[in-house]
């Protein structure tokens, strides 16, 4: 397990109890470097939205546990976020909770010349992930082709 993960995994483990107490759902947590800050964010959730109030509730309620457990080497910055309407599906919850809905999916290399796929989640399971397209017909990726899968956003 890398170091990223590492933090990553330690802080859901942490942070859970925190953000169910709240009455909040913990959708993810990264460790990122973006220009060269590190990062630790995590993504909350919950019926109806998350408010700036609820990630600032959050914040407040872990950075004393941050500070006590102390397990990340690095410097960083912690946020709080909603995860926003384009989450990307990564969990067995988001597959669970989006089946029906309308995805997109990005692979790595082209499938039949194309990239970008979109249809209705139909089924999954550890290997695969299958969509079906208005027109009927369906198509399934393996998980490991996959770059991207989120919830499509229509404007």
Known sequence: MSRKEEYEQKTEELL???VSGFGFELVDVEYV???GTWYLRAYI???GGITVDDCEAVSRAFSDI???KDYIADSYVFEVSSPGLGRPLKKE???ARSLGEEVEIRTYRAIDRQKEFEGILKSYDEETVTIAYE???EQTFDRNEIALIRLALDF
């Open 16 to 18: 859970t109890p925190v």
């Open 66 to 68: 941050l500070d006590e």
């Open 135 to 137: 027109d009927g017909g």
């Open 45 to 47: 959730d919950k019926p």
């Open 33 to 35: 470097k973006e220009g």
């Open 93 to 95: 919850k988001d597959f």
